[in-house]
Structures are given as C-alpha cells and as structure tokens.
C-alpha cells in the first residue's frame, strides 16, 4: 500500500525516484549511499527484553538523514518511500538490506498520520521474528486507530500468529498446548464477528485453524481433525460469501487432511488451469493427486510446475508476513505461502528489522514397530514445490520410469521463489536406482542390491500400493533365501499391513529362523521379529501363543539392554529397552482383555519402567499414550482410581481430542463421584467424535444426576441416533422416561421395549440409569494414520442377543399346558383340594367369597411376581390398572353370558386359589386366583366365556407388543395368558372343570396362538 497498482520493485536504483520525492536530491544521495553499503542495517540486541524495551528502533546512521530530510516532505511521499524498500526487502537477492531503512522511514510516515504506512509498518514488523508480541499488539492498535473500518491491521497479525505459534503455548506445566484457543483463531475469530460475511475474515480464520490442523496432524490426530473440520466450515462459509477461488487452496488441505483428497483434486484442478499465478495451486493439487493415490495425474502436475519454475508464482508485489521458521518442504506441513486468500498474488515475506543471536472408556493399539512406511526425505514425503524431483518420483509410480530417467538434473532445483535451494538437499540417486530398476532390474546385477530392492518397496508403500510392495518383496525374498532375513521381514510387515495376520505371524518365524541362521548371535534382529509375529497372533485373534512369544522377549531384551550398555553400546542397547517395552504393552493388553488385571498391571508397569530411560537417552517410543491410556483402563479395573486417573491424564496430554483417552477419563472421573468432571470429558469426547455413543450415555447419567434431565434426554438420544442397536442407551432413555409422569410414559415403554429386544438381559437389572462399563476395543492404531471419517459409531458391533423373554414364554405356554392335562390336574389337586378342606374348618373365612376379594387377590398375586424387577411408579400404576381392567372384563363377560342365556349364576371367590396364587405371585410365578362362577344348572358357554376372552386378549396384546414394542403391553399380555390358562385348569370350580373337551380344545388353541406369536417377538 502506498504505491500505485502494477509498481514493481526489482533493485535499488528502483528506490532512487521514491528517495528523491521523498527526501531531496541530497538527502536521497546520502540515503542510498547508507542502502548500497555491504554494512548489514539490522540492530542488534541482547534478548526479546531488550528488544520490547528500546522500541521504537533507533538506527544511528539513518535516523540523521531521515530527521533531517523528511521534515521538508509529505507523509504520503514519505509512505510511498517505505512500501518500495518493504518490495525491496522481499527480494533478499538483490543483496540490499532494505527492512532496517524500510522500517526507519514508515514509522515516521505513520506516527504522520498516514494509514498505508502505519499498515505497511505493521506487516514489516509481523514478519520478523524477533518482534514481542507486546511491540505487534501496540501496532496492531497504532494501525486501526490510523485506518478506521479497515480490517488489514488484524489480517496482518492473524496471519503472523498462525505461523508463527499455530498451537497455543501452555499458560502453565499442567496445560495442554492444544486446549487453548491459538491466538491467531482468536484474532481471526474477532474479525469474522466484526465483518461475518466478509471473505478475507473468513479465510483468515479458516487458515488459523488449518495452520493449527497441520501442526497436530502427526502428533494429536484426534486435534488435527477437529482443526480440519473447523477449517473446512469457515471456508465453505467464505465460498456462500462469493469466495470460492479465494478459499479453494486452504479448503483442498482441510479436504485432504480430512482423507478426501479426490474432492481436493476436484476443487483445484480447473483452477489450476485458469490461475495466471498457478504455483502455490499446483503444489497443493500435486500433494492432492499424490495422496488420492493418482501419480499419473500428479506425474502431469509436477512436471507442468517444473517447467513453469518462477514464472508460476506471484512476482513480490503484494505479501504476506512469514516469520523465519515456517517454511516446510512437504507441502502439507508448510505454512509459508498463502493458505487461501491472495495464494496467486501474494508472496510469502520474511525479514529482520532487528536481529538476536541465537543460543468403561476404550483401549487403543500401539504398532510403531511395523510402520507402513519408513520416512525417506529421498524417497517418500510430498514436496511440491520440488517439482522436477516430484514428477520424476510420481511418474516411477504410475509405470513411467523410463520416462522419469530422460534428462536427469544432476541436482535438483526447486520452482518456487526464494526456496530454490531447498530441494538441493534431496538426493536422487535412489530414486533413480529405483527407476532403473523398474525398467531392466532383471538384467543388471548392481541394481539387485537389498538396499534398491528395499527402497523399492518402500516407495511402493509409501504409495498405498500395498499388493505391488509385496510382489516385490517376495522376488527379493525367493532371490535371497536364506542368505538374509531382512525381505522376509518385509514380506512379514506387508501381509500384516493387509490385514492378513495368520501369514504375517508366519513369516515373522521364518525371519526370525533365517536372522539366527544367517548370523547366529544376532539377538536383536531375533527378538524384533518375535515381537512382530507376537503382534501378528494377537491380531490374528490366538492370544494365548501371541502371549507366549512376547512373555518371553522381555527378560532376555532385557538381558540384552544390561549387556550392550555395559559393553559401551548405548544405540544397541535402547533398541534392546525397545523390544522389551512393546513387548510388554502387548502382553499387557492381552491380559487385560482377558481379565486378568493384576498380571496386566504388572506389564503395563514393567513398559512404564522403561520410559524414563528414554527420555534420559533423548530418544522416544512414538507413541507413549498408548501404554498410559490402556495402564488406566487396568488400575482402574482394580479399583486404584488414584493411579488410574494420573496415567489417563498423562495420555490426554499426548492427544487431548482423543476420544477414547476422553472416555477413559470421564469413566475414572465417575468411579470418584467427579460427576461434572466426568460430564465435560464426555462433552469433549463428543465434539471430537459425535458418533462415540458410549460418551453420549455417559454423558445422559451423568446429567440426570446433575439435574438436567431435558440435557440428559438429548444425550441419549444421541447415544442411539448415533449406535440403533445399542441397548444400554434405550434402557438409560426409558429409565429417565419412566420418570418423567404419565405423559412419557409410552416413550419410556418404547424406549425399554427396544432394549430389551436388544438385550434380554437388561429385563433383570433394577430401573436405574448405568454408566457403560465396557471397554471397548477400537482397533485404533495410533502409529497409523487415523482413518477418514473414523467414528466409534462404526467399532464393534454387537450381534442382537436372542430374546430370553421368549424362552420364558415358551416355557409358560408348555407349563400351562401340562397344567391343563391330567398330570396337570392331578398335581394341583395335590395342592388345592388340600388347601380348600383345611380352609373350610376356619370359621369367619366364609365372608372373604365375595368377588372382591378375589380381584384383590389376583392383583397381589401379579404385583408380587413383578415387585422382582421393580418397574417405574407410572408404570406401576399402569400395571395394576391394565390388570384390573382384564378382571373386570372376565367378570363382566360372564355376566353378559349369564343374562343372554337366562342363567342364574353368581361369581365368588375360591380361597384355595387366592391363597395359591398369591404364594406363587411371592415365588415369581403367578397362578391367578380370578374369581369362579357357579350356576344352578351349568353350561359351558358360561364357563368358556372368561377364558376364551383372555385368550383373545392376550392374542391381542401380544400382535401389539410385537409392534410397538412396549414391556408394559407385553407384561398385560402374559398376564391374560396366565389368567387363562389358570381358569382352564380342569379343577371344580374352575371353569377347566365344566367346559368339556372341545371348549378346553377351542381355548388351548387360542391360548397356544398367543403363545406363537409371543414367541415371535423381537
């Protein structure tokens, strides 16, 4: 800003006219004699402190002329002076240092006045590194006091802090860096609430958050892919806003880091194509095509960039501060061109105006040592801006390697401006061993080395191309033998990539037999191929030989440790603590699954154990939280909350958007009754992971016991939204409906209906709400890539368990009809007449015949039986009023029958049978004690009438259950089924007795329909 549209500043004797305007013929004489000298115009101080508190800067050369001569000019000339040295500056080489004048003559221009100045001076200081934040703050004030409604002065800053620090620093030890919000979301968030639909503030802010996402990615995935998600949301909000160029390269990196990078290529491709300024584009397309597994195309992509070179980048006339430090060669950890807006005008600028010298949670799985690649900077990795190298290595992929051979550089050279030499440091004599090995490796004995043959198939899986990798290997293993383990090796890593374990475990023996033959004394090669067949079985589902092998790794690598490090071999030695590490999280693992705690903790410790040692040694296991979070889930096991919630906390540092470390924490948290604490982990478990419905259980507990029932309720239902057949969360829900009154009540029937089918077991457990005791084995392996879209929503799922309700019907149906039998009646005989003859003798008990009390009976008998799994109060009623309503139906068709048939019939209650069925209610298998009719001439018609009515009933309330699903209709259902069944038993003066045959015949059919359909409930 500053200069007119289309100004281009090359080299000094382009400043001169800006000089001269600005500061006289003379003054600009003296000041371009001070530019061209080889003196380097930078201050130098001591520390950030001295730094903060001598600015503004002062320059004992410059200032002179400039306090001399630019009193006699305008600001603006004086404004126009300062951007043409900050152009300048951005070329470092034309071998002027330009920051230190450029900075000299805008901070006087803008304490003018002026506002492109005070702008231009702003973003001279963001991209020097040594600026204190406390010198950008002020500035950064300075610039929207000069520039009113003009949101340049934040971008500005954003965009340094995105780069400059893109995670936020801890505030204090106990802090995670990526809990905070980053100050360069925080700046960018401010400009999107004040300018919400404008383009820049939402690109900014979508690059903040993918500068962050870059920065996780291989340390924090769970992070990273929230970072990505945040960033994908604030440029597609750019894209409605009419951004959609703007935001295309910052949105195909959070497309690619997301695992899409087909949809990446899509958005870039044709604007590659129109772009005057394509570079920074190409790049990000050739890391899309080259990560969508697509090398012919990136092959074309690369080799157009490379023979652009500079031509395809902005030509320095508009930049963006970039801090030293930033620049990245692999193009998706680089921060240093524009993520989005401005990438095909704005060059990255970076400078010093002054200089210092420098002095019932989830497990997860840990299989470092069988990477699927192994990093190679000369081989593997996505360089972009290294195009000539770039292309030549995607053209060996996609079956060109002669092609890749034609013209060979004897160095390699990078497009991009100013970054040139930094593919100088890329070696490509494997590549072109590779390549020439592709084309006639048959022929020529010195490409068939294990060197070539390895980074071959290296190569090939850094690509993906698993099958290609392995039919590699395997002619280099039939070409060796038994001369070396090492393609054997592979062979074993490759078939364990492809989920092919049983092989795996296989050829890890087969190793191991062919490094101990090839080289007797090689303990460690032995013991690392161990450990791999070891992590094979485990994964082929043979726990107990996987446990067998690596139990035995660890006190003879153990052994090794002590012998090298005394022998003076510390490298060798730390590989030997290595094996005995993994061996001992492995084994661990399998003992915790197995449920044999103590021994698990004994392992997990025995890993902790060596973790010191490393960090003494400066080395690391890649990935430490594994062991802590799976150690938790032990302690926790053996009650030792204490223990268990220092190592959870220990792996959340690790990664603290990991769900399963977030599940592992919330579900310790609750074991100490930290129940709001248990909350937010839970919280935090689903915003990064909406689909991890055990958290979403969880969650719903632990609100409900917090008071927030209507919270509770969403939470649930997010728990079954994101997992239908999952049954504890239909039980929580109907637990919390069942409390809710009567205007839930059937929601709560539904909701328990459906965990009970899915579920029979939960039938027995009391109306309480469960915390999810599980631990659930995610098969995530954090040595891996996480996987696209990867969801606990997706992770084990359950096989519906057989409904032991119906089991329970059967058995009823049968018993009742035995009952009904002659060996059915004579065992009640045994029971009832007995019981009536010893009744008769008791004076008074004659005044209980009435109906009533029959009714009264019945309704004990059934509450007593239910009283064994206490349902709701609503529910309860419910029971009881559904039971009434079924007796008085089988009274009241009985007195219907008796007047159409001008039948003199009186109902009581039988006292045998009150007692009875109330004994058998308390026993949790009632008998109903309905009351009996009696007629003065009988007939069969009014006999049948009861029963064959609660056949019907249950017929028909068994076809509803099946359809809605609601244990209260299941549980009146039975209940007419039993008082049926109970009234056909054929024992004077139940009604069984003066039916007949055909009327018993005709009610068993109905009784045996119902018992049918029942059995075909879900």
């Known amino acids: 800003m500053g200069l007119r549209d289309g100004t281009n500043i090359r080299t000094a004797e382009d400043i001169q006219p800006y000089a001269v305007a600005a500061l006289g013929v003379s003054g600009a004489d003296r000041f371009m004699t001070v530019l061209r000298s080889p003196e380097d115009l930078a201050i130098v101080f001591e520390d950030d402190d001295d730094v903060t508190e001598r600015y503004p800067y002062q320059h004992l050369t410059l200032d002179p002329i400039l306090d001399a001569s630019l009193s006699r000019s305008s600001a603006v000339e004086a404004a126009a002076l300062g ?96 809990t905070r919000t980053p100050d360069g979301v925080a700046t960018m968030q401010q400009l999107v609430a004040r300018n919400p639909t404008s383009v820049a503030a939402l690109t900014g802010l979508g690059d903040a958050y993918l500068s962050a996402a870059m920065y996780l990615a291989d340390s924090q995935p769970f992070s990273a892919r929230n970072f990505f998600w945040q960033a994908r949301d604030a440029y597609d909000s750019a894209v409605q ?44 397309l050739v890391a899309a095509q080259e990560a969508a597994g697509t090398f012919d195309r990136a092959e074309l992509t690369a080799r157009r960039l490379a023979d652009l070179g500079p031509a395809a980048y902005p030509d320095a006339r508009a930049l963006i501060p970039v801090p030293q430090g930033t620049y990245r060669a692999a193009t998706l950890q680089d921060t240093s061109p524009a993520l989005s807006l401005g990438a095909d005008r704005l060059s990255p600028f970076t400078e010093f105006v002054v200089e210092i010298p420098i002095g019932g949670g989830a497990d997860v799985v840990d299989n470092s040592f069988i990477p699927t690649f192994r990093e190679d900077d000369n081989l593997t990795g996505t360089y972009g801006a290294c195009a000539e190298w770039s292309w030549r290595r995607d053209a060996v992929l996609a079956g060109h390697a002669e092609r890749a051979l034609e013209d060979w550089p004897e160095e390699f050279v990078g497009a991009r401006p100013g970054f040139q030499d930094g593919c100088v440091v890329i070696s490509g004599d494997s590549l072109r061993a590779v390549a020439e090995r592709d084309t006639n490796g048959s022929t020529r004995t010195d490409l068939l080395t294990d060197e070539i043959a390895d980074a071959h198939q290296n190569l090939l899986r850094w690509a993906g191309d698993l099958p290609a990798a392995r039919e590699v ?97 510390q490298a060798t030695a730390l590989e030997f603590a290595t094996v005995s590490y993994y061996a001992s999280l492995q084994v661990g693992d399998l003992a915790r699954r197995a449920g044999r705690l103590s021994a698990a903790r004994d392992d997990y410790e025995r890993a902790l154990s060596w973790l010191p040692l490393f960090v003494k040694s400066d080395i690391s296991v890649d990935h430490p939280e594994v062991l802590y979070n799976n150690a938790a889930l032990a302690h926790l096991g053996l009650r030792d909350s204490t223990r268990a919630s220092d190592l959870a906390a220990r792996a959340l540092a690790a990664d603290p958007d990991n769900p399963a470390f977030l599940m592992t924490s919330g579900f310790i948290a609750d074991r100490q009754r930290r129940f709001g604490v248990a909350a937010e982990h839970n919280r935090a478990a689903l915003r990064s992971d909406p689909g991890a419905y055990p958290a979403a259980n969880d969650l719903g507990v632990q609100l409900a016991r917090l008071g927030e029932p209507a919270a509770a309720r969403r939470a649930f239902r997010q728990a079954i939204g994101a997992r239908p057949d999952y049954a504890l969360g239909w039980f929580n829900l109907g637990v919390l409906e069942s409390s809710a009154g009567p205007v839930r009540l059937l929601s709560a029937q539904d909701a328990l209906g459906r965990a009970y089918a899915l579920d029979p077991t939960l039938r027995d457990r009391r109306r309480e709400l469960l915390i999810d005791a599980s631990v659930y084995r995610t098969a995530l392996d954090l040595s891996k890539p996480l996987p696209p879209a990867w969801s606990f929503a997706d992770v084990q799922r359950r096989a519906t368990a057989t409904s032991a309700g119906l089991l329970v019907t059967l058995g009823l149906g049968l018993g009742l009809a035995r009952a009904a039998g002659r060996q059915g009646t004579q065992s009640a005989q045994e029971w009832l007449e007995p019981l009536h003859q010893r009744l008769q003798r008791i004076p ?34 419910a029971y009881v009023a559904g039971i009434l309503a079924l007796t008085a139906a089988a009274i009241g068709v009985r007195i219907v029958v008796a007047r159409r048939n001008q039948l003199l019939a009186a109902q009581g209650t039988w006292l045998p049978s009150a007692g009875f069925g109330i004994a058998t209610g308390a026993a949790g298998l009632p008998w109903a004690p309905l009351p009996v009719v009696k007629a003065k001439d009988a007939d069969a018609r009014l006999h049948l009438a009861a029963p064959l009515l609660l056949a019907v009933a249950a017929l028909l309330l068994f076809v509803e259950a099946a359809w809605l699903r609601t244990p209260l209709t299941e549980a009146w259902a039975l209940a007419a089924l039993t008082m049926a069944a109970s009234l056909l038993l054929p024992i004077d003066p139940l009604d069984g007795a003066h039916t007949g045959k055909a009327g018993v015949a005709a009610t068993a059919g109905v009784v045996a329909g119902a018992v049918l359909v029942a059995l075909g409930l879900p």
């Open 844 to 877: 008074g008990l004659s005044r209980l015949r009435h109906p009533a009390w029959g009714v009264a009976a019945t309704v004990v008998t059934f509450v007593l039986a239910v009283l064994r799994r206490p349902p709701g109060v609503i529910e309860s009623v």
């Open 241 to 284: 806003h009419g951004g959609r160029q703007a935001a295309a390269p910052g949105l195909a990196r959070a497309l690619i880091g997301l695992g899409d990078p087909e949809a990446a290529a899509r958005l870039l491709e044709p604007l590659a194509r129109e772009n005057v300024a394509p570079g920074p584009l190409l790049e990000v």
């Open 473 to 569: 290997a395997e002619k280099w293993q039939a070409r060796r033998g038994d001369g070396s383990a090492l393609p054997t090796v592979r062979v074993a890593e490759i078939a364990f990539l492809q989920d092919r374990f049983d092989d795996a475990a296989a050829a890890f023996d087969q190793a191991a037999r062919r490094e101990r033959l090839s080289d007797w004394s090689n303990d460690l090669a032995v013991f690392e191929a161990d450990l791999g067949r070891g992590a094979a079985l485990a994964a082929a589902g043979r726990e107990s030989e996987a446990e067998a092998v690596l139990r035995a790794l660890d006190r003879p690598a153990t052994t090794g440790y002590a012998y090298q490090f005394e022998s003076g071999s």
């Open 83 to 178: 951007a043409a040295l900050t152009l300048l500056a951005a070329r470092p080489d034309e071998g002027v240092d330009s920051a230190p004048a450029a900075f000299a003559v805008l901070l006087r221009a803008a304490r003018a006045g002026s506002c492109p100045a005070q702008l231009n001076l702003l973003l001279l200081l963001a991209a020097d590194v040594n600026t204190t934040p406390a010198i950008l703050a002020a500035e950064q004030q300075q610039a929207n006091a000069a520039c009113p409604g003009d949101p340049t002065a934040d971008w500005l800053v954003g965009q340094r802090q995105l780069r400059y620090d893109p995670v936020a620093p801890p505030s204090s030890d106990g802090e995670l860096r990526s």
